[in-house]
């Protein structure tokens, strides 16, 4: 069994005949399409029922938007990964989707090929975005980075330590680069990777990849 087929994804759309479409090649690439939906109320529901490692959702959605649809699902299951599959490449809607807890953003105009990579990288943990946006969602960390925070008073707890490798990986997650490109980077392997980045987010009491990014940023390793 091929490393895809072990990734269960569900395809949510309004449109039947592009929701079947997207659904038809993630099955014939080797995914588990485990279910599809065509409003938000459905897709709640499907995805609570079969689970899937990957959300491929479409924000412009009846019953309930994709942005609260991300919302619920991902606030319920922190190990959901959700990649946009949109229309819009409008900055506020590739922004909201983010902080919804989407993982990536695709535009609907890429390939078959590219839809492929973008699901099989958002289920390791990638972030995933058309090219043009992912810079736009850095932009936006760090403009939210150098705003006051009140709530990060005296009180707050010390740091976790981080040791000097998984700091090391972390300052390349926050510039952007994908867990291969950190494996070439470093000399070490895609699953190593994987491993720094899983310690650090039990370390630091994160749930995914984007709050990762966004917690360096507010400690200017981005910069480093």
């Not at 994804?9 to 038809?24: F, G, L, T």
């Not at 959700?82 to 922004?95: C, K, N, R, T």
């Not at 590219?114 to 972030?127: C, K, Q, S, Y």
Request: some cysteine; aromatic content about 4%.
């Amino acid at each position: 069994m091929s490393e895809q087929q072990r990734i269960k994804v569900m395809v949510v759309d309004d449109h039947p005949m592009w929701r079947d479409a997207v659904a038809r090649d993630l099955s014939e690439a080797g995914f588990d399409v485990v279910a599809t939906a065509g409003d938000g109320e459905q897709a709640v529901r499907r995805a609570q029922a079969t689970s899937p490692d990957v959300l491929v959702l479409d924000l412009n959605l009846p019953a309930k938007p994709g942005v609260q649809v991300c919302k619920e699902l991902v606030g319920a299951n922190a190990a959901l990964r959700v990649l946009v599959l949109s229309a819009s490449g409008e900055h506020a809607d590739v922004l909201e989707a983010v902080k919804s807890g989407a993982t990536g953003y695709l535009l609907k105009s890429a390939s078959t090929e590219e839809l492929i990579d973008a699901v099989r990288r958002t289920a390791l943990g990638d972030p995933v975005f058309t090219p043009g946006l992912a810079g736009l969602v850095l932009g936006e960390y760090r403009r939210l980075a150098s705003d006051p925070t009140p709530a990060a008073g005296a009180d707050e707890p010390k740091a976790p330590q981080l040791t000097e490798r998984e700091t090391e990986v972390l300052r390349l997650v926050a510039k952007g680069l994908s867990y291969k490109q950190i494996a070439e980077r470093l000399v070490i392997s895609h699953r190593t990777v994987q491993n720094h980045v899983q310690n650090t987010l039990g370390k630091l009491q994160l749930h995914n990849r984007v709050e990762l990014v966004r917690y360096a940023i507010e400690r200017g390793l981005d910069d480093a």
